[in-house]
């Protein structure tokens, strides 16, 4: 099952340009852009998720924290929205993230193709599986890679496993900036299964 979601990004010509992609229904939408309503959104998920008060008070606190502090480097770090897995196999939670942003451009005015992002990708990440793909919007940049610290380095991963990360980065339109869908997930058990639902997700990105 899937959930149809959309977002906007600024232009360089100052007008908002609206985004489509579509998500599984078990993954949770959280904007950022505003932390009122990143807050309510925040405790939404946690009334969703721990709906006795009284009994799951101590795990309502601690999954507040820990969503809101995800929440809140996320907007820091630019983000437009987090999306988080609700999913479950077998009553086992399917941990994975997306985080949507805007990525300005390091020299206003010069649009960078795709194959030079790329390479500038390989530079940065040596040992990162990195190529140019053809979504419906057109070329983009894919970048698959393991990292221990979820990027992060106040975060790390429990007996030196390491998180999956495919980032595509994407050009918009009438613009220099390009979209960053950065997907997640440390469970490296289910990681290429779930490599193929982030792949489809990217594969959605429509422009309105």
């Known amino acids: 099952m899937t959930d149809v979601t959309e977002g906007s990004a600024g232009a360089s010509t100052g007008q908002p340009l609206a985004y489509r992609l579509i998500t599984p229904l078990e993954w949770y939408r959280i904007p950022l852009a505003e ?29 507040s924290e820990f969503i809101g502090n995800l929440a809140s480097k996320a907007a820091f770090d630019g983000g437009l929205e987090l999306y988080l897995s609700q999913q479950a196999v077998l009553g086992v939670p399917v941990p994975a993230s997306l985080v949507v942003q805007v990525e300005a451009p390091d020299h206003p005015g010069l649009h960078a193709p795709a194959a030079v992002i790329a390479e500038a990708q390989r530079l940065e990440h040596p040992d990162a599986e990195v190529g140019v793909v053809e979504l419906s919007t057109g070329e983009a940049v894919r970048v698959r890679r393991r990292d221990a610290f979820e990027g992060d380095e106040d975060i790390q991963l429990p007996d030196g496993r390491a998180s999956t990360i495919v980032t595509y980065i994407v050009p918009i339109p009438d613009s220099d900036a390009h979209l960053v869908l950065a997907f997640s997930t440390p469970l490296e058990e289910l990681a290429e299964a779930l490599v193929e639902v982030f792949d489809a997700v990217a594969g959605s990105l429509s422009w309105k």
């Open 35 to 63: 932390q009122a309503t990143r807050d309510r959104s925040v405790q939404a998920l946690v009334d969703r998720t721990c709906p006795n008060r009284d009994e799951d008070a101590a795990r309502r606190r601690e999954l």
